[in-house]
């Protein structure tokens, strides 16, 4: 199993950037996928998941309305598109698939982990 995140970087706050993660190994349409972060000293939080099927999404309150998610089940391919980026959006940017709901994935029910791409918003 391999989830393969791409798309971070340094940006200025204002900014857009689209992660992109593609997974192999297991049937990525039978999977809620969704984001994480982890800020420097701070623990994972949840970002965002989205249904199987794409039609139902998840936000956290903090990036509703500027992050959007969606996914391709033809290229195995989850994104997070992210616009007028705050410095308080800087984190380690996670991708995770879930065998469970796009609730449930809120909770942390993850069963798989990418293994990071670095976002770097400065003010």
């Known amino acids: 199993v391999q989830l393969v995140e791409s798309g971070g970087g340094l940006v200025q706050a204002g900014a857009s950037l689209r992660l992109a993660c593609t997974a192999s190994?297991?049937?990525?349409?039978?999977?809620?996928m969704g984001w994480f972060r982890q800020a420097p000293g701070r623990e994972r939080e949840f970002v965002s998941a989205n249904s199987r099927s794409g039609t139902f999404t998840n936000y956290a309150d903090s990036v509703k309305g500027r992050f959007t998610i969606s996914r391709d089940n033809a290229r195995n391919t989850v994104y997070l598109q992210m616009n007028s980026l705050k410095p308080e959006d800087t984190a380690d940017y996670y991708c995770a698939a879930s065998f469970g709901t796009i609730y449930t994935t809120q909770g942390g029910d993850v069963r798989y982990w990418g293994q990071g791409t670095q976002v770097t918003v400065s003010s």
């Open positions: 190994g297991f049937s990525f349409d039978d999977y809620v």
